[in-house]
């Protein structure tokens, strides 16, 4: 599964932006789809996460402000986030899983190349 984002850019405090990632391959429905993201200087964390059934799940951090979709027919899995604060600046990757609800990067077997995310104040 090779997974590509994109839509990533700079945008003001309070702003939203929608990433994309997509995925190729034919068994795209069946993997849980997370977010991560790495600040500079800091450690990946994760984001949140989307299910083959459409359940997600997300950090403290974002709650309320992000949101993830899927779209099957396409291949692909968005991440709208809203709200945007500068702490939300970072490098944004997707990533697939075959596990049910995975939280941690080593549930991940692909992973994407990454978007930069930069929020101005």
């Known amino acids: 599964v090779q997974l590509v984002e994109s839509g990533g850019g700079l945008v003001q405090a309070g702003g939203s932006l929608r990433l994309s990632c997509a995925a190729s391959?034919?068994?795209?429905?069946?993997?849980?789809m997370g977010w991560f993201r790495q600040a500079p200087g800091k450690e990946r964390e994760f984001v949140g996460y989307?299910?083959?059934?459409?359940?997600?799940y997300f950090a403290d951090s974002v709650k309320g402000r992000f949101t993830i979709s899927r779209d099957n027919a396409k291949n692909t899995v968005y991440l709208q986030m809203n709200s945007l604060k500068p702490e939300d600046t970072a490098v944004y990757y997707c990533?697939?899983?075959?596990?049910?609800?995975?939280?941690?990067?080593?549930?991940?077997?692909?992973w994407g190349q990454g978007t930069q995310v930069t929020v101005s104040s």
């Open positions: 990533a697939a899983s075959t596990t049910g609800w995975p939280r941690y990067q080593y549930e991940y077997k692909y």
């Open positions: 391959g034919r068994t795209f429905s069946s993997y849980s």
């Open positions: 989307i299910r083959w059934s459409g359940d997600s």
